[in-house]
């Protein structure tokens, strides 16, 4: 059984930084997309950042604050916060895709860590 612990959220004032964490545990291999994505308050999921062995891409809201890594060896995903403002307030979620070739073996989500900007 895969389980995708998160960590890191909280609250902070505008313009301060935060650094979420995502550790996959339990047997997982193949390991291809790893991402966040965030959920405000009567709006839809969306993608904050996701990264793979190609390279990273990140919406545009967050394009230049955040930055998307990962630590192969622990199967884990970070994703460092600067510059935060209020609107990036929101539940963060991490998800792990695995793949072989072009086909995805498996869809895990964590079940999500607040974040909040305010002062």
């Known amino acids: 059984q895969v389980q995708l612990v998160e960590s890191g959220g909280g609250l902070v004032q505008p313009g301060g930084s935060l650094r979420l964490s995502c550790a996959a545990s339990g047997s997982i291999f193949g390991i291809g997309t790893m991402g966040w994505y965030r959920q405000a308050p009567g709006k839809q999921r969306e993608l904050v950042a996701a990264?793979?062995?190609?390279?990273?891409n990140y919406a545009d809201s967050v394009k230049g604050r955040f930055t998307i890594s990962r630590d192969n060896a622990k199967n884990t995903v970070y994703l460092q916060m600067n510059s935060l403002k209020p609107e990036d307030t929101a539940v963060y979620y991490c998800?792990?895709?695995?793949?072989?070739?072009?086909?995805?073996?498996?869809?895990?989500w964590g079940r999500g860590t607040q974040v909040t900007v305010s002062s």
């Open positions: 998800r792990i895709q695995g793949v072989r070739g072009t086909v995805i073996t498996y869809d895990y």
């Open positions: 990264i793979t062995s190609g390279g990273t």
